[in-house]
T-cell receptor, first 112, second 112 residues
């Protein structure tokens, strides 16, 4: 079966660091994605991991461990505008299409 | 226009109405997708088109009928919908072999 788990909600303070975890169980694996979605807006791409390890992009970093079926998104120097939902998605392997399986998303609230 | 556009942004329809959602991508991509996003639930893949051919139908009821006349346009025809079909309908596109999907802003559909 397919299952992607991430916390429903998190709260953090402006300027702090927050880690959003994602665990997955899928029939195949060909990469893991993180998307950011502000309320009422489209999801926007943040990061992609296909190999184990840490990918850093500015204030955002994403980590993957394929053997553990685990990823996290790390947000540093939090800003109020980082308040959004963060979606973890796994790309299934096989086939010519880019089929993504999404988690329910983690709603992050950044407080002053 | 740039990126992925969707019209209308909001739609209210009765259960006996027939309406269509439109998506257009200006990115030169070859694959297009329809997703449904309901409150507290993960993004659900509905349909995938690759080079205008439908490659995925994720067990979607026949009251939803997709149409892809060319690689830039995607429609979702709606008829005799149910109140539980009320949701945000997101369109996305990607290069066939690429990993990143670009999302449109969505159509907020309310079925009364």
């Amino acid at each position: 079966g397919q299952n992607i788990d991430q916390p429903t909600e998190m709260t953090a303070t402006e300027g702090a660091i927050v880690q959003i975890n994602c665990t997955y169980q899928t029939s195949g694996f060909n990469g893991l994605f993180w998307y950011q979605q502000h309320a009422g807006e489209a999801p926007t791409f943040l990061s992609y991991n296909v190999l184990d390890g840490l990918e850093e992009k500015g204030r955002f970093s994403s980590f993957l461990s394929r053997s553990k079926g685990y990823s996290y998104l790390l947000l540093k120097e939090l800003q109020m505008k980082d308040s959004a939902s963060y979606l973890c998605a796994v790309r299934e392997s096989g086939g010519a299409t880019n089929k993504l399986i999404f988690g329910t998303g983690t709603l992050l609230a950044v407080q002053p | 226009e740039t990126g992925v556009t969707q019209t209308p942004r909001h739609l209210v329809m009765g259960m006996t109405n027939k309406k269509s959602l439109k998506c257009e991508q200006h990115l030169g991509h070859n694959a297009m997708y329809w997703y449904k996003q309901s409150a507290k639930k993960p993004l659900e893949l509905m349909f995938v088109y690759n080079f205008k051919e439908q490659t995925e139908n994720n067990s979607v009821p026949s009251r939803f009928s997709p149409e892809c006349p060319n690689s830039s346009h995607l429609f979702l025809h709606l008829h005799t919908l149910q109140p539980e079909d009320s949701a945000l309908y997101l369109c996305a596109s990607s290069q066939t072999e690429a990993y990143e999907q670009y999302f449109g802003p969505g159509t907020r559909l309310t079925v009364t």
